[in-house]
């Protein structure tokens, strides 16, 4: 028991320390944690800590999922539907049957069921890979978009495929009417029971005024979601997604501020402490996986470097077609135009795989046949996606010379909106101000034009402090010195602990309201 807790504290404390190298580097920590848990690995004295596909498969991937998922824009997920159902559906089963096909030709001794069951291990990109490089480089809103549905759904269609390739690998009879039945169950079935838990997550919601109580019901929303939908034979993933993008749209109206506040800040955690684990525990494995290995090192490199080749290649043969084809056929009513061929390279070259495929590889039966090589190929399908092409994505980025969304189209389009929400605010001032005294209307009419015209501002001359940014500065060191009063008076024992916290909540609050527009966020 000692040893476990010491290993979780190891490895919480590596994935601070990395993550914070990172960050001062500009490196991305993905591909740093997973490089620190390789070396890691190799360190006699290293923690042996052996990743189990259970509990990555349906205890740590369904809050990931669903934190993704609660921050995806459904408005956006629902415009770019066509090219996400083409990743997550056809790429995903085409990358499985050519990389069946291909292992298959390269080692004859393994099955060609088998060799299918390692196309469906490598063939989703990963979830929690691509929203954290994605979003990390600040790719295009549109790009970031496609890659994080994709890689929500995906895993349902490859795991769906894993498990009928592993059953005719083991001898039992699969048909093709069997297969579409056992994809349209996960499908519909996870649909549906996504759909009954978020209705009733809201109904919870909406009827809860403890933020705390939120909380906690959000946490367990995932799991209420996945555990049926698995239970049944239907998608996990599905369910936890449709839960996450419905909840996530309608937030505004189930939370009040408190609890949005709360929701976030626990939800951040979460996400930097599992992602980050997540990474270093697949690093972790190379020592054992590559232990397992009885084939001559020559067959091994032969078949590897044909099923990496075969990853990375057979997405630019899929996605090309699939992001032009559609709107030449005029297929996708919804999107006539051809997408920017850069976007396209982006996307084609972002196929990074993580935890998921090495915890599905990892899931592969004792005697299955091959294990050992396919465990080890899916390992290193891993470390190139993950780690040339993620560490290769910001070159390749500026090579083809994508073209970024602009912020001051956004910052235009806030300024118009504020100043919309502004006349609405005022126009409820009027009807409700009944007997208020003139000098507070006029004070809330003052904040209300504040809040308006801060965006205009930043629209303004990027080399003059802005009248807003003025008074922001000058009212955090003023908060600063009320604070220091505070805490003087506390330790001179005028005021108890009590009181000092109170305020300190009441300060701290607002500056965290007068610093909106200065924090970068490197999760958005």
Request: aromatic letters at 6%; charged letters at 20%; a neutral charge.
């Amino acid at each position: 028991m000692r040893e476990s807790l010491l290993d979780v504290v190891l490895l919480l404390a590596v994935v601070g320390l990395v993550s914070g190298l990172a960050r001062r580097t500009g490196l991305l920590a993905p591909i740093l944690l997973v490089a620190a848990g390789v070396a890691l690995s190799f360190v006699p004295i290293g923690p042996e800590i052996h990743l189990e596909p259970d509990l990555i498969l349906e205890g740590i991937l369904p809050l990931l999922l669903y934190i993704a998922a609660i921050r995806t824009s459904l408005p956006a997920f629902r415009s770019n539907l066509s090219p996400i159902v083409l990743l997550a559906f056809g790429h995903v089963l085409f990358i499985a049957a050519l990389v069946g096909v291909v292992l298959h030709a390269v080692v004859p001794s393994i099955p060609l069921a088998a060799a299918f069951a390692l196309g469906a291990v490598v063939a989703p990109p990963d979830a929690v890979a691509a929203t954290a490089i994605a979003r990390r480089l600040r790719l295009p809103r549109q790009v970031v978009t496609i890659l994080e549905g994709e890689s929500l759904v995906n895993d349902a269609t490859a795991l769906v495929a894993l498990r009928v390739a592993v059953s005719a690998a083991l001898g039992t009879t699969v048909t093709w009417a069997g297969a579409v039945g056992q994809l349209s169950l996960s499908v519909f079935g996870g649909l549906a029971i996504g759909g009954l838990t978020a209705v009733l997550a809201r109904w919870l919601h909406q009827r809860t005024r403890d933020a705390l109580l939120d909380n906690t019901i959000s946490l367990l929303t995932p799991f209420v979601a996945f555990v049926p939908a698995n239970y049944i034979g239907a998608s996990g993933i599905v369910a936890v997604v449709t839960c996450g993008l419905y909840l996530g749209h309608r937030r505004d109206r189930m939370f009040d501020p408190a609890a949005r506040v709360q929701i976030d800040a626990v939800w951040k955690v979460t996400q930097f402490l599992l992602e980050g684990t997540l990474f270093l525990l697949v690093g972790l494995q190379m020592r054992s996986v590559v232990e397992a290995l009885s084939s001559g090192w020559q067959q091994v490199t032969a078949a590897t470097v044909a099923v990496v080749a075969t990853v990375v290649v057979g997405r630019f043969v899929w996605v090309f077609p699939g992001a032009y084809l559609p709107p030449m056929l005029r297929l996708d009513r919804a999107h006539h135009a051809y997408p920017p061929w850069p976007d396209v390279v982006v996307v084609s070259w972002a196929g990074m795989r993580g935890v998921v495929t090495l915890a599905a590889a990892l899931s592969l039966p004792l005697r299955f046949p091959g294990r050992a090589l396919l465990v080890f190929i899916a390992f290193v399908v891993i470390l190139v996606t993950l780690v040339a092409q993620g560490l290769t994505l910001p070159a390749v980025v500026r090579l083809v010379g994508v073209r970024r969304d602009d912020p001051r189209e956004d910052l235009l389009a806030e300024a118009e909106v504020r100043q919309d929400a502004m006349r609405a605010a005022l126009a409820r001032l009027d009807e409700d101000r009944g007997d208020a005294p003139d000098y507070v209307v006029d004070r809330l009419r003052d904040s209300a034009e504040i809040r308006a015209n801060q965006v205009w501002e930043r629209l303004g001359d990027p080399d003059r402090e802005p009248p807003t940014e003025t008074m922001r500065r000058l009212r955090l060191g003023m908060l600063d010195a009320e604070r220091g009063v505070f805490v003087k008076a506390r330790d001179e024992k005028r005021i108890p602990e009590e009181v000092l916290r109170q305020v300190e909540r009441e300060l701290d609050l607002e500056q965290l309201m007068m610093a909106r527009g200065r924090q970068e966020d490197d999760d958005s």
